[in-house]
């Protein structure tokens, strides 16, 4: 029979077997950490204790972070038997996360963020509802949320608790996502220096070297460091970032190399994957590298993938990888497909930036630079709805600059490369590289 019990962060829940509760909480630091088998975990937690919610409650949030029709599917089948909750003011730290994972499964992000936030409050060493909360508010663009989730909480975990430094990791990423890279840069090196494995601190790290134009740096950082992150399931996105740094620094046949050896080694079907590899390519393909070949592997690899509307991030991603690919119709379908969304979350996005930057990234592979150029222009601002970071919306501007190039606009170019060069100096010999790439002429950056 079940009763209150505590896990390991001292919060309370519902367990019949304190073993499964030990399981489970293993299960949740391993999500938190990138690391191990966060699946195996809240599977093995639910066979020591059917009676435990929060562990079949966790093993749908794992179905949801697939971003798929698929995954969504699982995660209603799996909170199917947990029946209603008392969502009220005094309502069991269960009753929270069933909510949030509920919203979720269904398609409305945003409740779901605002039913863990309310857990943070009940509860704000609950470190579950922070990561979850967390990581949905980078899929929905919350830039704010991203650090101010973590700072709400951040005086209940003294530096003396084990899990300090994954806080510090945590506010590190949302401090950069706000632009104060000083204050990411310190927070992130002091959860390296609590873990070196801290994956995700490790990551905030790299985007605080992308978003300064320490270039570098963030090379020697990325593959000195390796040997501490290379085994974690997050593993290819950094690599993804050292991608990054070597295309900006000229060296675009070590970003192909390192596209081959390490973010497509492994022919992933994890959207996490997808949208790295389809996005490194496309920053290829518009510094000149012919990735042809490549795209219509990765095409052919996500091709059963694109179907049911879920996150139109990866639908903009699997647009880039089509177009590189000359599937222009197949890019279309994609693009025709999230024209009438319905899940909450989904919808907004799309009709705020999202059908938008399907539709000019689609419009730029198919030979319409003017086209890309028009749309582009009018959603920039707006285009954090659809999700991600900086580093990763930042291809915009670069096809923005690309597609004026193509199109013969002199003067928009020359803005375009001016603006880009003011917010990043060390930007401008890659900014001219790109302007060349795409049949730009460098005298048109005189003024």
Do not use: C
Request: hydrophobic share 50%.
């Amino acid at each position: 029979m079940s009763e209150i019990r505590v896990d390991r962060w001292g919060v309370p829940l519902q367990a019949a077997d304190g073993g499964a509760v030990g399981v489970l909480d293993q299960a949740i630091e391993d999500l938190v950490g990138l690391t191990g088998d966060p699946v195996g975990g809240a599977e093995a937690a639910i066979a020591a204790d059917g009676e435990l919610a929060l562990a079949r409650i966790f093993r749908a949030y794992l179905a949801l972070y697939a971003t798929t029709a698929a995954g969504a599917a699982e995660a209603r089948q799996l909170l199917e038997p947990l029946g209603p909750f008392d969502a009220g003011p005094a309502a069991p730290r269960e009753a929270r996360h069933l909510a949030a994972a509920r919203a979720w499964a269904d398609g409305d992000w945003h409740a779901a963020t605002r039913a863990l936030r309310r857990a943070l409050v009940a509860n704000p060493r609950d470190l579950l509802a922070l990561k979850i909360a967390q990581d949905l508010s980078f899929f929905l663009g919350d830039r704010r949320e991203l650090r101010d989730l973590v700072a709400r909480v951040l005086p209940a975990w003294p530096e003396t608790d084990p899990a300090w430094g994954f806080l510090q990791g945590m506010y590190a990423f949302g401090l950069e996502e706000n632009a104060d890279y000083r204050a990411a840069e310190d927070a992130a090196r002091r959860a390296l220096a609590r873990d070196p494995r801290d994956v995700w601190a490790v990551h905030a790290l790299a985007h605080v070297f992308e978003m300064e134009g320490s270039l570098p740096a963030g090379v020697a950082f990325l593959t000195s460091s390796a040997p501490d992150w290379r085994d974690s399931y997050f593993a290819v996105h950094n690599w993804w970032h050292l991608g990054l740094y070597l295309l900006e620094l000229g060296r675009a046949d070590d970003a192909l190399a390192l596209y081959d050896e390490r973010v497509r080694a492994v022919s992933s079907t994890e959207w996490l994957d997808i949208v790295d590899a389809a996005a490194l390519l496309w920053r290829l393909a518009l510094y000149g590298t012919d990735v042809t070949s490549r795209a219509v592997t990765l095409a052919t690899d996500i091709r059963d993938l694109v179907g049911t509307p879920t996150y139109i991030f990866n639908d903009w991603h699997a647009v880039m990888a089509f177009g590189l690919a000359g599937d222009h119709a197949r890019a279309a379908q994609v693009v025709a497909a999230n024209r009438d969304l319905t899940a909450p979350a989904n919808r907004q996005a799309a009709e705020r930036a999202g059908h938008g930057l399907l539709t000019a990234f689609s419009a730029f592979a198919d030979g319409e630079p003017r086209t890309a150029v028009d749309l582009l222009l009018d959603l920039r601002s707006d285009a954090h709805a659809v999700g991600g970071s900086h580093a990763q919306r930042d291809v915009i501007d670069l096809t923005l600059i690309a597609a004026a190039a193509r199109s013969g606009q002199a003067g928009l170019a020359r803005a375009l490369v001016t603006e880009r060069v003011a917010r990043k100096p060390p930007a401008e010999p890659s900014a001219r590289a790109l302007l060349a790439a795409n049949g730009g002429d460098d005298t048109w950056l005189t003024w």
